[in-house]
């Protein structure tokens, strides 16, 4: 994206806004309650028209929301084959093998209503990330995660990113900024580059 500009009314939340995520990247955004990066995240991806500048997308984008995208009344199974079409995969096999590494590979029958709230946010994760998307988008993925989860979910980052794919995190936890290649911190409305993770 770059001089991306996004208003709500006379609230000017992105204010010129410059970010290039490369392949093979993990790049973590961080900033205040408010401070604007869930609109920054929903612009990169097409949810929100940007009021000025430009965004330029190359190849599958996945997108993670703090929200889920469940249907409570759904089956585990039944997400994965309704994502399994929309994406126009030969198969689910992908999305199983996600839910062995994040740890829940017997919830298949289960509707996503009875599921945890760690669980639900699993099976979110797994429906953006199982088409393989060239750029993954990740609104503080592991809300409701235990400390096993968590783990298994950076793991995960970082073979997803020495695969060639990009990722872009929101976090809040102080402890998760030495996962990232290039940390960002989003400001009154501008994006600022923090030192490089060692």
């Given at each position: 994206?770059?001089?991306v500009w996004?208003?709500?009314?006379?609230r000017?939340?992105?204010?010129?806004?410059?970010?290039?995520v490369?392949?093979?990247?993990?790049?973590g955004?961080?900033?205040?309650?408010?401070?604007?990066k869930?609109?920054?995240?929903?612009?990169?991806?097409?949810?929100?028209?940007?009021?000025?500048?430009?965004?330029?997308?190359?190849?599958?984008?996945?997108?993670?929301?703090?929200?889920t995208?469940?249907?409570?009344?759904?089956?585990?199974?039944?997400?994965?084959?309704?994502?399994?079409?929309?994406?126009?995969?030969?198969?689910?096999?992908?999305?199983?093998?996600?839910?062995?590494?994040?740890?829940?590979?017997?919830?298949?029958?289960?509707?996503?209503?009875?599921?945890?709230?760690?669980?639900?946010?699993?099976?979110?994760?797994?429906?953006?990330?199982?088409?393989?998307?060239?750029?993954?988008?990740?609104?503080e993925?592991?809300?409701?995660?235990?400390?096993?989860?968590?783990?298994r979910?950076?793991?995960?980052?970082?073979?997803?990113?020495?695969?060639?794919?990009?990722?872009?995190?929101?976090?809040?936890?102080?402890?998760?900024?030495?996962?990232?290649?290039?940390?960002y911190?989003?400001?009154?409305?501008?994006?600022?580059?923090?030192?490089?993770?060692?």
């Amino acid at each position: 994206m770059k001089k991306v500009w996004k208003s709500y009314g006379a609230r000017a939340v992105l204010r010129g806004v410059d970010l290039v995520v490369e392949p093979g990247c993990l790049v973590g955004v961080v900033g205040e309650n408010g401070a604007g990066k869930t609109t920054l995240l929903r612009t990169m991806v097409g949810e929100l028209a940007p009021d000025h500048g430009t965004v330029h997308r190359e190849g599958e984008v996945g997108y993670s929301p703090q929200e889920t995208v469940i249907n409570p009344l759904l089956s585990v199974a039944q997400h994965l084959e309704l994502f399994q079409e929309a994406y126009r995969l030969p198969d689910v096999d992908r999305a199983l093998a996600l839910l062995r590494v994040l740890g829940c590979p017997d919830a298949l029958e289960q509707r996503a209503g009875t599921l945890s709230g760690g669980t639900r946010q699993k099976l979110n994760l797994v429906l953006a990330l199982m088409h393989q998307p060239t750029l993954l988008v990740l609104d503080e993925p592991y809300q409701g995660f235990d400390w096993d989860t968590h783990q298994r979910f950076w793991r995960l980052a970082r073979e997803l990113r020495n695969g060639g794919q990009a990722l872009i995190v929101v976090s809040h936890l102080v402890h998760d900024l030495g996962q990232f290649d290039t940390v960002y911190e989003l400001r009154d409305g501008l994006l600022t580059q923090g030192a490089r993770a060692s």
